[in-house]
């Protein structure tokens, strides 16, 4: 049964740091790129950072170059997301994604919400 189980969401005063976690099961995890996506109220899902399997290039949104930073522990089956600076506009539902050609898979989301 695949799994996708992210963490580590929460509120946060803007200019903090947040730390999201997600952990994979139930498929060959080193072999799928993985992807952070979020949506916020209203809002459509945007992707905001890939990293590749092999590779481990990476890719971002224009909106958190420079802040956030997506990491991989194919050992651990995990995927990382490293948010700095974060901005009331970061507040949305973080979301884990696993894809390899036809294969797509989601996780339940994370809220993170950054404000005051």
């Known amino acids: 049964q695949v799994q996708l189980v992210e963490s580590g969401g929460g509120l946060v005063q803007p200019g903090g740091s947040l730390r999201l976690s997600c952990a994979a099961s139930g498929f060959t995890f080193s072999g799928y790129t993985m992807n952070w996506y979020r949506q916020a109220p209203g809002k459509e899902r945007e992707l905001v950072a890939t990293i590749t399997s092999v590779s481990r290039s990476t890719n971002y949104a224009d909106s958190i170059k420079g802040r956030f930073t997506i990491s991989r522990d194919n050992a651990k089956n995990t995927v990382y997301l490293q948010m700095n600076s974060l901005k009331p506009e970061d507040t949305a539902v973080y979301y884990c994604?696993?894809?390899?050609?036809?294969?797509?898979?989601w996780g339940q989301g994370t809220q993170v919400t950054v404000s005051s």
């Open positions: 994604n696993a894809r390899r050609t036809i294969m797509n898979y």
